[in-house]
């Protein structure tokens, strides 16, 4: 391929399309390209703005104008629907900054001969990072005690430190983590690192890992002071945390949740958390987002550590994820095999 390259860098405020116009650049090397950079707006709902893909911004308007001759699209949460993929007779690759073309509707790729990659792996790291914050968060009460003095100039949080009211240390603790891939393996070697008792439950892997296998989900939990959830939501993980689950956990026991919402179900957690059977809980990810206002998590402020869906968040994972996608680009022009490629 030696003609000029006319690639879309269509970014939003996290992955800056400017961020993924100079990675381009730099992997095509000396290949002529003419990058065209878009910022698109972040999704107004949870979901698409059409039923065929999900996660999107709602942009297929700009998205289409700014494909005219392109034959790459670099994107984070634009839209590739059916009818932007009919509008764009040049196109030949997508590649999501994503862990998932979640945004990207596969059988019309396939039916218009466009390639779809995605970026898996791109925010492991900040994910795993984060969750352990988010659970030494919970154990120790440290946003409740900084809410009393700093916001409420209250020494009231002094009172965690009783016996009856102080939280948990991570060493020795059994700590159960759920699914144990690129998060949930972080996760496992850092809390081995901090002398947690950890166990591991996952189906799907095998081979060694941090930590003991267990081999059952209803042993996980009757074992474990904290559990912490990592498996990717599918229709046989979905809600796979309930009442009855919740029930096997010992009395005082944690929830974590950084994956995502409908793992867990949230009413049975907030009667958990109601009646005292749970001590605490810290989630990231929500059934439905932004948190709707008649939330009961909001009246659990005491118990709970809510935080809007920031696992991912860092800057390293938008420089991570543009050059993951430039990495596609550069080897489709160069005739390699594609990395991670769907269709």
Request: with cysteine; hydrophobic share 45%.
């Amino acid at each position: 391929m030696s003609r000029t390259l006319h690639v879309v860098a269509a970014g939003d405020h996290f992955v800056l399309p400017d961020l993924i116009a100079r990675a381009v650049t730099d992997e095509v090397g000396e290949h002529p390209v003419k990058v065209s950079e878009l910022r698109l707006g972040w999704p107004l709902e949870p979901f698409g703005p059409v039923a065929e893909v999900t996660e999107a911004s709602d942009a297929e308007d700009e998205l289409i104008e700014a494909l005219a001759g392109a034959e790459v699209l670099v994107t984070q949460m634009g839209p590739v629907t059916e009818r932007v993929l009919a509008a764009a007779p040049d196109l030949r690759l997508v590649v999501v900054c994503r862990g998932g073309p979640v945004n990207v509707n596969l059988d019309a790729a396939k039916a218009h001969d466009v390639r779809v990659c995605f970026a898996p792996g791109r925010n492991a790291a900040a994910t795993a990072e984060f969750t352990v914050g988010l659970l030494l968060a919970a154990l120790r009460r440290i946003p409740q005690a900084h809410d009393l003095l700093a916001r409420r100039g209250s020494w009231e949080g002094a009172t965690y430190y009783t016996y009856e009211h102080s939280g948990l240390e991570l060493e020795d603790l059994p700590v159960g983590l759920v699914g144990y891939g690129a998060v949930g393996s972080r996760v496992a070697r850092v809390l081995c690192a901090f002398g947690a008792q950890v166990m591991v439950y996952d189906p799907y892997v095998r081979g060694e890992i941090h930590g003991l296998r267990v081999t059952s989900l209803d042993d996980l939990l009757a074992r474990s002071r904290v559990v912490t959830l990592h498996a990717r939501l599918t229709s046989d993980t979905r809600g796979m945390v309930g009442a009855r689950e919740l029930a096997l956990l010992p009395p005082g026991a944690v929830v974590v949740n950084v994956a995502r919402g409908p793992l867990l179900d949230e009413d049975a957690l907030c009667d958990a958390l109601e009646s005292g059977r749970l001590s605490a809980a810290a989630l990231d990810t929500y059934a439905h987002e932004p948190l709707p206002a008649h939330s009961r998590l909001r009246a659990l402020t005491d118990r709970v550590v809510l935080t809007p869906h920031l696992g991912g968040a860092s800057r390293a994972v938008a420089e991570k994820a543009a050059a993951i996608a430039a990495a596609e680009v550069g080897r489709w022009v160069r005739g390699e095999p594609l990395a991670h490629c769907l269709t």
